[in-house]
């Protein structure tokens, strides 16, 4: 697969890099297809590649002690998989192709030479690094003890932001096939527990399922999670 030079620069974290580091990349790069569902690495391995996600989602999730999965963060196109690859140490989670994927890969190496030459760069891989670490902030907060309904309402908050879809009636349908497994896995808890919270928020009409997709009212999920607990 061919990549050309406007693909890049429209990569947030290449954005405004040196014109030498885009040709560097335009050069050295390798393409990595997987199918929905391939593991592109597993917590505790050894990564040697850093990688950009060119379409499609991953999710990164972890095993928890009770060897229950927790999904962490799901990727969309054009984000940075994998930036804290530069130290020494094994991954901290796993990643699976939520969608059949490409991704751009580069040695670590050679990309932490770039970074050394072109402060842009190292800015803008810094700022992604940073937009994950808020995020697992906000899963902190929402990890304490509240309602289950309170967790689903933030997840489903953070996801419509992310992947939702205006509709004619304003309100948000989240474009991706979430079963309710997948969600527990990403909140954290039982299945049985996540079902009978979504059907207290379709009583609420905070949100509806339909044909396994989720429609939200984005300001009444923010109000109802803001609500005195």
């Not at 061919?2 to 890099?17: A, G, S």
């Not at 527990?193 to 009409?205: A, D, H, N, V």
Request: charged residues 30%; glycine residues 4%; positive net charge.
């Amino acid at each position: 697969m061919k990549i050309t030079r406007e693909t890049l620069i429209n990569i947030p974290i290449l954005e405004n890099i040196k014109e030498e580091s885009i040709d560097y990349l335009m050069d050295n790069y390798s393409v990595v297809t997987l199918k929905k569902g391939d593991i592109l690495f597993h917590e505790k391995g050894k990564i040697n590649r850093f990688y950009i996600l060119l379409k499609g989602k991953v999710s990164l999730y972890k095993i928890t002690s009770f060897g229950h999965k927790k999904v962490m963060y799901i990727l969309n196109s054009r984000e940075v998989i994998n930036e804290n690859v530069f130290d020494e140490y094994a991954a901290t989670v796993s990643c699976e192709a939520f969608q059949d994927i490409i991704l751009l890969s580069y040695d670590k190496k050679k990309f932490m030479e770039l970074m050394e030459k072109d402060f842009i760069l190292t800015k803008n891989i810094l700022f992604s690094l940073s937009k994950k670490t808020r995020r697992l902030y906000r899963q902190l907060k929402n990890s304490v003890s509240i309602k289950i309904e309170k967790k689903i309402a933030s997840k489903l908050w953070k996801l419509g932001k992310d992947f939702g879809v205006k509709r004619g009636d304003g309100k948000i349908l989240i474009d991706l096939k979430i079963s309710i497994t997948y969600l527990a896995d990403m909140i954290g808890s039982s299945r049985e527990t996540i079902s009978r919270g979504i059907k207290s928020l379709e009583k609420l009409q905070i949100l509806e399922l339909k044909n396994k997709k989720i429609i939200l009212d984005l300001k009444k999920v923010s109000d109802y999670y803001h609500e005195v607990l």
